[in-house]
C-alpha cells in the first residue's frame, strides 16, 4: 500500500519548478517606489528624475508633492528641479515592491552655465543645442541672437554638457558647479569630419 502524499510536499515542488524555470516574475521586487515634497515648488516646472536615467521622471504637484515610481531598487541619486532657479541631488536606496519617504526636501539655489557657440570663422551658428548627459535637460535651444544657451539650474556637481551645432560635429566637456554658481563656457563648432573641436574656458561671473 503506498504512503499518501503530503500536499505541502507537492506545492514545495511545484515553487521549487517554477523558480528554476524562471516561473516567477521579480519584476516589482527589483523596483520601488519614492516619494517626498519639495519645498516652495513652481509645478510647472519642477520634476524629478533618475540621474543617468533621465526618462524615469515624475512631475511635481502643486503643493510640491511628488511619487517616482519604477526605480530600481539599488543606490540611485535623484535629480530634483524645485523652480527655475534651485536645485538639489539626493542619493537613495529605494526597496523592492516599498515606498520610501524622503519628506521635505529644501532645494538651494542651483547653478548655470552659459554655453556660447560659434564656428571656425567666429560666426554664431544657424541652430545649435546642448544636452546635459543623463539628465532632463536635453534639446536646450540656442538663441541665434546671442549665441548663447543658458543651462541650468543644476545642483552642486559635475556634468557632461553635449554641444551641436547645425552641420557640426558634437562637442563633449565635463564641467564642475558649486551651489548657486554661474559659469561661462565657450565652444567653437567645426565641421563634422573635423574633430579639432573644442572649448574654450571664460571663466564665471
Same mark, same amino acid.
Not at 541650468?152 to 563633449?172: S, W
Given at each position: 500500500?503506498?504512503?499518501?502524499?503530503?500536499?505541502?510536499?507537492?506545492?514545495?515542488?511545484?515553487?521549487?519548478?517554477?523558480?528554476?524555470?524562471?516561473?516567477?516574475?521579480?519584476?516589482?521586487?527589483?523596483?520601488?517606489?519614492?516619494?517626498?515634497?519639495?519645498?516652495?515648488?513652481?509645478?510647472?516646472?519642477?520634476?524629478?528624475?533618475?540621474?543617468?536615467?533621465?526618462?524615469?521622471?515624475?512631475?511635481?504637484?502643486?503643493?510640491?508633492?511628488?511619487?517616482?515610481?519604477?526605480?530600481?531598487?539599488?543606490?540611485?541619486?535623484?535629480?530634483?528641479?524645485?523652480?527655475?532657479?534651485?536645485?538639489?541631488?539626493?542619493?537613495?536606496?529605494?526597496?523592492?515592491?516599498?515606498?520610501?519617504?524622503?519628506?521635505?526636501?529644501?532645494?538651494?539655489?542651483?547653478?548655470?552655465?552659459?554655453?556660447?557657440?560659434?564656428?571656425?570663422?567666429?560666426?554664431?551658428?544657424? #541652430? &545649435? =543645442?546642448?544636452?546635459?548627459? @543623463?539628465? $532632463?535637460? /536635453? +534639446?536646450?535651444?540656442?538663441?541665434?541672437?546671442?549665441?548663447?544657451?543658458?543651462?541650468?539650474?543644476?545642483?552642486?556637481?559635475?556634468?557632461?554638457?553635449?554641444?551641436?551645432?547645425?552641420?557640426?560635429?558634437?562637442?563633449?566637456?565635463?564641467?564642475?558647479?558649486?551651489?548657486?554658481?554661474?559659469?561661462?563656457?565657450?565652444?567653437?563648432? #567645426? &565641421? =563634422?569630419?573635423?574633430?579639432? @573641436?573644442? $572649448?574654450? /574656458? +571664460?571663466?564665471?561671473?
Amino acid at each position: 500500500m503506498r504512503a499518501p502524499r503530503h500536499p505541502w510536499f507537492i506545492a514545495w515542488g511545484a515553487l521549487a519548478f517554477m523558480g528554476a524555470c524562471g516561473g516567477f516574475n521579480n519584476g516589482p521586487l527589483e523596483e520601488g517606489t519614492v516619494r517626498g515634497r519639495l519645498l516652495g515648488a513652481e509645478a510647472d516646472v519642477a520634476h524629478v528624475s533618475v540621474l543617468g536615467q533621465p526618462d524615469l521622471r515624475a512631475s511635481v504637484a502643486a503643493d510640491g508633492r511628488f511619487e517616482l515610481t519604477r526605480v530600481p531598487a539599488t543606490s540611485v541619486e535623484l535629480f530634483l528641479v524645485a523652480t527655475r532657479t534651485r536645485a538639489a541631488r539626493a542619493r537613495v536606496e529605494p526597496q523592492g515592491a516599498r515606498v520610501t519617504d524622503l519628506g521635505d526636501i529644501d532645494a538651494p539655489q542651483g547653478a548655470f552655465v552659459t554655453v556660447r557657440m560659434r564656428d571656425a570663422d567666429g560666426k554664431i551658428p544657424s #541652430r &545649435g =543645442e546642448v544636452e546635459v548627459e @543623463g539628465t $532632463t535637460l /536635453d +534639446d536646450l535651444k540656442l538663441d541665434t541672437s546671442t549665441g548663447e544657451v543658458r543651462v541650468g539650474p543644476l545642483p552642486a556637481g559635475c556634468y557632461t554638457l553635449e554641444v551641436q551645432g547645425d552641420k557640426h560635429g558634437k562637442v563633449e566637456e565635463e564641467v564642475c558647479v558649486r551651489e548657486g554658481e554661474s559659469l561661462v563656457r565657450d565652444f567653437i563648432l #567645426r &565641421g =563634422e569630419d573635423d574633430d579639432d @573641436g573644442g $572649448t574654450d /574656458d +571664460d571663466g564665471g561671473d
